[in-house]
């Protein structure tokens, strides 16, 4: 069965430094793949979409790679604040077919 | 400015008691969809509807009913037959795919 896995539940980083997220999967072939953010009692805010074809896609501090080989995704936070603290949740689609891990927990402190 | 409203924020259930969760967006968006959210656990999908009049099962169904009579309005309800239904509840919706979904702020539900 499909299966995403995001690194861990909750990370925990120093302000200032680059947060690195991971979003692995088995048994899926996505051709697209998408971040979001969720903040607590919210629903999540869309950040970034990479597809297949594409290998990096960066937006002010946040940059996403996706390696299709490796069955993997990062998605970085540079010159990470505490306002970054949140939950980041991976999902990746193919057609109208969208599935979501269950997230990880960023701290970062000042 | 465009958006999904849900409604009510929190919402509580009775035992054996059908409850319908409010969705409406103003995006103009075709797609419309309904995740359930648990501790732990990625959103799952319950239902998902790609046009007015039409809906599809998702991967959860199971003790859930939708509607789709109007392109703004998806509404959600939880029937007596979900064992379990204490959980958040999110709406989103979509334009032509792939894009992101916009989401809504979500209803939590609570059997009492």
């Known amino acids: 069965s499909q299966k995403i896995e995001q690194n861990s539940e909750a990370l925990n980083i120093q302000e200032g430094k680059t947060a690195t997220l991971t979003c692995n999967y088995t048994n899926y072939s996505p051709a697209y793949l998408q971040w979001y953010r969720q903040d607590p009692g919210r629903g999540p805010v869309f950040l970034l979409l990479i597809r297949e074809n594409e290998k990096e896609k960066r937006k002010e501090r946040l940059k996403v790679t996706f390696d299709t080989t490796l069955k993997q995704s990062l998605f970085h936070i540079t010159a990470s604040q505490p306002a970054d603290s949140a939950t980041y949740l991976c999902?990746?689609?193919?057609?109208?077919?969208?599935?979501f891990g269950a997230g990880t927990r960023l701290t970062v402190k000042p | 400015d465009g958006g999904i409203t849900q409604s009510p924020k929190y919402l509580f259930r009775k035992e054996g008691q059908n409850v319908t969760l409010s969705c409406e967006q103003n995006?103009?968006?075709?797609?419309m969809y309904w995740y359930r959210q648990d501790p732990g656990q990625g959103l799952r999908l319950i239902y998902y509807s790609q046009i007015v009049n039409d809906f599809q099962k998702g991967d959860i169904a199971e003790g859930y009913s939708v509607s789709r009579e109007k392109k703004e309005s998806f509404p959600l309800t939880v029937t007596s037959a979900q064992k379990n239904p204490t959980a958040f509840y999110l709406c989103?919706?979509?334009?032509?795919?792939?894009?992101?979904?916009?989401f809504g702020s979500g209803t939590r539900l609570t059997v009492v």
């Open positions: 995006l103009n968006h075709d797609a």
């Open positions: 989103a919706s979509s334009g032509t795919t792939p894009m992101g979904y916009t």
């Open positions: 999902a990746l689609g193919r057609n109208n077919d969208m599935r």
